[in-house]
């Protein structure tokens, strides 16, 4: 381990929100650019990890993980596994290389694809931070989520999300882009401070209802 990716590591086990420039620092300068304003904020993170996994061998699944910010925080900070689908290959091969760098990997898995084709049902926490806004931001990663119209991958979605067990936990960063089906209670609502995200983000926690 390097000692940027060990002081990182070493923070985050603590459950410390270190600056998301340290974070990002582990990241190649072209993803780190975009962190800002498309990968979930350090401190966000722990906070949205502690909804996903309260309790130890939960399993969470990040819709559009990125290079895994969320999961590596999630993996290091909190017991569980951690599954994320991510439409862009690149995406992938970096996030599977930051959890390696912060010894996390043991506890996550990343997979390329489309995380609307994959069975949600397995899962006990499923993650959302407005996973289809590449397709209004644009972006040099943008480029494979040019698929399916937003419209329809927000439909999608909430049928997936419909599908879910009872007791199942959806934790949303600024939203998905639709209402959640109507089977879920909002148990919680925050307001999000970050310096370095987009203003207005609220962490919501569903539940699905029996
Ligand atoms: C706002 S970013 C969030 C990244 C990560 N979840 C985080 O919180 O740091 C949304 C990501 O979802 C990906 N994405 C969009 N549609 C997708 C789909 N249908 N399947 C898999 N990934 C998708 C985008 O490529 C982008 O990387």
């Known amino acids: 381990m390097t000692s940027a990716a060990a002081a990182v590591a070493t923070a985050l086990r603590a459950r410390i929100a270190i600056d998301d420039a340290a974070f990002d620092r582990l990241y190649p300068d072209h993803v780190a650019r975009l962190s800002g304003l498309h990968w979930t904020p350090v401190s966000v993170a722990l906070r949205a990890t502690a909804l996903l996994a309260p309790e130890p061998g939960m399993r969470v699944l990040d819709v559009g993980a990125g290079p895994g910010k969320l999961c590596c925080v999630g993996a290091a900070a909190r017991a569980g596994t951690w599954r994320g689908i991510e439409r862009d290959p690149a995406l992938v091969a970096i996030a599977v290389e930051t959890a390696r760098l912060l010894e996390v990997d043991h506890k996550i898995r990343f997979d390329a694809g489309d995380a609307l084709a994959v069975d949600w049902r397995g899962f006990d926490s499923v993650y959302l931070y407005n996973p289809f806004e590449s397709q209004l931001f644009g972006g040099s990663f943008a480029r494979t989520a040019a698929g399916a119209a937003l419209a329809d991958q927000v439909e999608r979605t909430r049928a997936r999300l419909d599908e879910l067990a009872p007791g199942t936990r959806?934790?949303?960063?600024?939203?998905?882009?639709?209402?959640?089906?109507?089977?879920?209670?909002?148990?919680?609502?925050?307001?999000?401070?970050?310096?370095?995200?987009?203003?207005?983000?609220?962490?919501?926690?569903?539940?699905?209802?029996?």
Do not use: N, Q
């Open 170 to 210: 959806v934790v949303t960063f600024h939203g998905f882009g639709g209402d959640m089906p109507p089977g879920f209670t909002r148990v919680a609502i925050e307001a999000t401070e970050s310096p370095t995200t987009i203003p207005g983000g609220e962490l919501a926690l569903w539940i699905k209802r029996a």
